[in-house]
């Protein structure tokens, strides 16, 4: 298991803290039933507090809401019989106020943490270690969760954190294309980069619009994973190594500036947002677009009151010269729920964390009501408009764990809201069946090395991969820019990165 590094100023605060605040205990020992009373959440907050139950103090990450007057909160009350006064972080300065609230006088109890937060409160010794707890009052956190899950919430060898692992493993982006001048120009769907390079080049030289528009924060994916770059990371000969040192990348960076050399990629995708690229798409200026589902209803929509005739089509992803496609995804823990070692109250914020796990509970944080908030259709969850937008919008804020097999099938009703949304997602799954490809970091715990590196990193690659597609910035240079990547922490996350992958053969 990895080995904590002291962060030694947060040691200090929260030293103070927990010397204040001592290490608490207590608490109930009291299990929820296995079907507690299904009710209607009412307008008050103290109704469903049972008396042998302490109030519970949560700390929830930024929200544009305010927890009390939440549905899901007095419907979470209601079924596990704890009240809960919840406190959320601010949009600014989060990690700020985060240590400020663990290190006064004032006795919380629960914590919704990013994944920076909890390595860092956790190496600091203020969050208690989960083992026993879970063991005695979390019978449906067992049954919810996976043992791999816990895998990245476990440090020196001790759970320290719920993992809250979302909607698991679905595709976001994939290729489109406008059908009608496919149709026109009598050109196949490319199902490879020597069949997209002949349909960019035809469309360019035919139509004298953009072929191909991306974001530059999307140069990456359908195309990039014909040259073996999937995610941040992948497994060569035992080992992982971080896309940035993938002899593959240079490969995939020489293709891309050819496509920009030649007009057929738009020359302003260096500078691109996502709005702006859609926007060129759906004006009727580019005739290819990386579109992510969750754009989909506003992007066709637009594109068809434009262009009333206009069709699109979606480019399964593409295959490579083994003539094998692939697609890269994560599936990242999203969130760590953690109970402070200061909490009075340990057992019983165990005790309220299992208990909205219980099956129906769970369904009723997820997706409410069956016939107020859900209907079944073809077996499928379907939101019932507006009142599943009114009262559930904030739901996932809610969310301390989630049941792993059944939440992605309850998730799927927000993305039937609308039918060319719904579409698109279920046609870039079906499109991804067999042959994806998950980051192999999905189920590490924070490691130092890698939280304190990754994203200005992240952010040098990046930038720099942009520079060398546009020719800003020589190809031949990519191993000097290698070089700075690695001096400024590259080296140390790879390997810190390694240090955790061995322990898991």
């Not at 298991?1 to 204040?20: D, N, P, R, T």
């Amino acid at each position: 298991m990895i080995k904590m590094k002291k962060s030694a100023v947060l040691a200090g605060v929260l030293g103070l803290a927990l010397a204040i605040s001592g290490c608490g205990g207590g608490g109930t020992t009291d299990t929820p039933s296995a079907n507690p009373p299904a009710t209607t959440p009412s307008n008050n907050a103290s109704e469903g507090k049972t008396e042998d139950k302490p109030s519970l103090r949560m700390i929830m990450q930024y929200g544009l809401f305010d927890p009390k007057t939440e549905y899901v909160a007095k419907y979470i009350q209601e079924r596990t019989g704890y009240e809960v006064n919840y406190e959320l972080l601010p949009a600014e300065n989060a990690d700020e106020k985060l240590n400020l609230l663990v290190s006064s006088k004032e006795n919380y109890d629960i914590l919704k943490l990013n994944a920076a937060q909890f390595y860092n409160l956790a190496s600091a010794g203020a969050l208690e270690p989960l083992d026993e707890l879970i063991e005695s009052h979390g019978s449906y956190i067992k049954q919810s969760i996976k043992a791999e899950s816990f895998g990245s919430a476990t440090i020196d060898g001790k759970i320290f954190g719920i993992p809250e692992t979302g909607a698991g493993v679905s595709i976001g982006e994939e290729l489109v294309v406008r059908q009608d001048w496919l149709d026109e120009l009598d050109l196949a769907v490319p199902t490879n980069t020597d069949e997209l390079y002949t349909v960019l080049k035809t469309i360019k030289e035919k139509k004298n619009v953009i072929p191909l528009t991306l974001s530059k924060d999307s140069v990456y994916g359908d195309i990039a994973t014909t040259f073996g770059i999937f995610t941040d990371w992948k497994e060569v000969d035992g080992k992982i190594m971080h896309r940035a040192e993938l002899p593959e990348m240079k490969e995939f960076i020489k293709y891309m500036n050819k496509l920009y050399k030649e007009g057929l990629l738009d020359t302003e995708t260096p500078i691109n947002t996502a709005q702006k690229s859609i926007e060129k798409f759906s004006g009727g200026n580019a005739a290819m677009y990386k579109l992510a589902w969750w754009n989909a209803g506003t992007t066709i929509a637009a594109l068809q009151k434009n262009f009333p005739e206009a069709q699109t089509s979606i480019i399964p992803y593409l295959k490579d010269k083994d003539g094998k496609a692939a697609v890269g995804a994560k599936a990242n823990t999203t969130w760590y729920v953690a109970i402070l070692k200061s909490s009075k109250n340990k057992e019983a914020a165990m005790d309220f964390l299992n208990a909205k796990l219980e099956p129906e509970t769970f369904k009723g944080i997820a997706i409410g009501e069956e016939g107020v908030h859900y209907e079944m259709k073809d077996g499928k969850y379907y939101p019932i408009l507006p009142i599943f937008n009114d009262e559930l919008n904030n739901a996932s804020a809610f969310l301390t764990g989630v049941d792993e097999e059944k939440y992605p099938i309850y998730w799927q009703a927000r993305v039937r809201k609308e039918p060319v949304l719904q579409a698109h997602f279920e046609a870039f799954q079906k499109n991804a069946e067999g042959i994806i490809v998950v980051d192999p970091m999905s189920t590490a715990p924070p490691i130092e090395a890698v939280s304190k590196n990754l994203l200005k990193l992240t952010t040098l690659l990046d930038d720099n991969v942009l520079q060398f597609i546009s020719g800003a910035k020589p190809i031949d240079a990519y191993d000097q820019f290698l070089a700075q990547w690695r001096a400024e922490g590259g080296t140390d996350m790879v390997t810190a990165a390694n240090e955790w992958f061995q322990t898991t053969k």
